[in-house]
């Protein structure tokens, strides 16, 4: 409601009010004339609407403020001009409720500074005893400031680390790495990465590598963490990153701030327009603000605030080596005899395991899958055929080894 709605509301319920006062001073009941209306009504209009009593009494019930005016200025207004005042006295009512709200919320927040909450002793083990404390209202200082305090009062080493936390509640089950709950515990972490968040390297694990002979050669093995593929994909790793922060460390709002900027910036649409692997870009500066944050922690600095990110990211993205040569090019057409470059013809899909191929998956054959829940054959997957790329050896030993291919 405008400043304008307001002054006709006013003047309507004013108009009512100086009617009944003109009334009362006069000593008569009878009804004013009016001014606008035309002399040719009826006699029982000029007399007045004749209303029982009872249906004033009804009429008191549905429009509590016409409460306090008499039975005979009830029945000599208009119903229009009663209903009219009906709604001014609402909107009026209206408006002043809104200031009502703005001044209990202004009310409540000066009441901070001289309410003081005592918090009574008592044990708390994260688990299965939890202290009342932990359930008082949040705080209303600046989210740099919990960060702050919670350096003083943690350290630089954040606080033991558990994988307990309910992330099904909330749809994100199996999202989390063992590694990404230890990286998430402290903020002054330098190795906190957001593939630790991918559900695509939840089967990797934290396991390590080894060798393994074959034929007399050597072959390293090990699970490699995989990186982002597709934007969607780097979105729900981002959004696990960020609930699994706010069920670890509440008060840490970096995740948030980070959130907030590529939701702001369209996940950097603009400038991901021509990359190839526009996941794997935003990833990387996820890592690089990872980065930022924990020598913050260190230092004793506030977080890198969404404010700022669009500096850092612009510094960032401005100083990656390949940029340019990521860019997507439109692919060029040769002509005449020297056109001797051919396209690559995209290989088929291969239910083949590719790291028993080069000694790297220990399953016993018939218990291998790929991340989509495929069964992978243990078979060579050398190609005998370079024009026909569905064509395979398929014979029963590695492709790696001595004396094959």
């Not at 002054?7 to 003109?22: F, I, P, V």
């Not at 020297?338 to 690559?344: F, G, Y």
Request: aromatic share 8%.
């Amino acid at each position: 409601m405008n400043a304008h709605s307001l002054e006709e509301a006013r003047k309507a319920a004013r108009n009512l009010y100086t009617e009944e006062s003109e009334r009362t001073r006069h000593g008569s009941h009878s009804r004013i004339p009016d001014p606008g209306a035309g002399s040719n009504h009826s006699s029982e209009q000029q007399a007045g609407y004749v209303i029982h009593n009872s249906d004033l009494e009804n009429l008191r019930n549905d429009f509590p403020t016409l409460a306090k005016y008499s039975d005979d200025f009830l029945r000599s207004t208009p119903w229009e001009s009663l209903i009219r005042g009906q709604a001014a006295t609402l909107k009026i009512r209206e408006l002043e409720k809104g200031h009502q709200v703005e001044d209990r919320l202004t009310l409540n927040q000066d009441s901070l500074h001289s309410t003081k909450t005592k918090i009574e002793p008592g044990e708390d083990n994260r688990i299965d005893m939890i202290h009342s404390s932990r359930f008082l209202p949040g705080m209303a200082c600046s989210a740099a400031k919990m960060w702050l305090l919670a350096r003083e009062t943690i350290g630089p080493n954040g606080i033991p680390p558990i994988s307990t936390y309910d992330m099904a509640a909330v749809g994100l089950a199996g999202y989390v790495q063992p590694k990404g709950w230890v990286e998430i515990a402290n903020p002054g972490s330098p190795n906190m990465k957001l593939k630790l968040f991918n559900i695509n390297n939840v089967a990797v694990g934290s396991g390590g590598g080894g060798n393994i002979t074959f034929g007399g050669s050597s072959v390293s093995f090990g699970e490699e963490q995989k990186e982002m593929q597709n934007v969607g994909e780097f979105k729900l790793a981002l959004r696990a990153v960020r609930t699994a922060m706010s069920f670890a460390l509440p008060w840490n709002f970096s995740v948030q701030a980070l959130e907030g900027f590529m939701h702001i910036s369209d996940f950097c649409s603009k400038d991901m327009a021509g990359e190839t692997k526009p996941a794997l870009v935003l990833s990387q500066f996820c890592d690089f603000i990872f980065g930022e944050n924990a020598k913050r922690w260190r230092g004793k600095e506030p977080f890198v605030a969404q404010g700022e990110m669009r500096s850092y990211w612009e510094a960032f993205y401005g100083s990656r080596p390949k940029t340019q040569t990521e860019k997507k090019e439109p692919q060029k057409k040769f002509q005449g005899s020297n056109a001797t470059q051919q396209q690559r013809v995209p290989k088929p899909f291969e239910n083949i395991c590719r790291n028993w191929n080069v000694g790297r998956c220990m399953k016993p054959d018939g218990t291998c899958k790929s991340p989509l829940g495929t069964p992978l054959r243990h078979c060579c997957n050398f190609r005998t055929d370079l024009n026909n790329p569905a064509t395979v050896c398929g014979g029963q030993h590695t492709r790696v080894g001595s004396g094959n291919h």
